[in-house]
């Protein structure tokens, strides 16, 4: 049996938490790897984004979420690829590239004309794998934290 994507659940709240940990420890982001249960409910009902989630074997190898969001410049929504993490031992596997093709999909599927990613300082590196997915570099980003 292949890999196989899926929307996330409520029961897989736990496999996203210890993925996002993963994320933060490769990033070096000091952002809480904790999800708040309000958010992920909220991410689960989809309309505001979706969690995407490869599985073998009753596995969960690697997750995806993005958001979709409204500004005046764009027709329809536009969508955020806001987290793309594959577990370690799963690397090489191609799961990276099956969540984006997903990804882009579900923002298809939900009447977005625009997606977009950020890639911080320590995720440059990742520039040529999303390249590859028809990703072109647009400037860069500036953020204020507020809490």
Do not use: W
Request: charged share 25%; with cysteine; glycine share 8%.
């Amino acid at each position: 049996m292949g890999v196989r994507i899926r929307l996330a659940n409520d029961d897989d709240y736990d496999h996203c938490v210890r993925l996002l940990e993963v994320l933060s420890s490769s990033t070096g982001t000091a952002r809480a790897a904790a999800i708040d249960r309000h958010v992920y409910s909220k991410m689960l009902d989809g309309e505001r984004g979706a969690i995407l989630l490869a599985e073998e074997n009753e596995q969960i190898l690697g997750m995806s979420s993005i958001s979709f969001n409204v500004a005046l410049r764009y027709k329809n929504s536009y969508c955020q690829l806001e987290e793309l993490v594959v577990d370690p031992a799963a690397r090489g596997k191609n799961i990276g590239g099956l969540l984006v093709e997903a990804a882009v999909a579900k923002a298809r599927q939900q009447g977005c004309n625009d997606f977009g990613l950020y890639l911080m300082e320590s995720t440059e590196h990742n520039q040529p794998f999303y390249e590859k997915y028809g990703f072109v570099k647009i400037g860069s980003e500036m953020r204020q934290i507020l809490d």
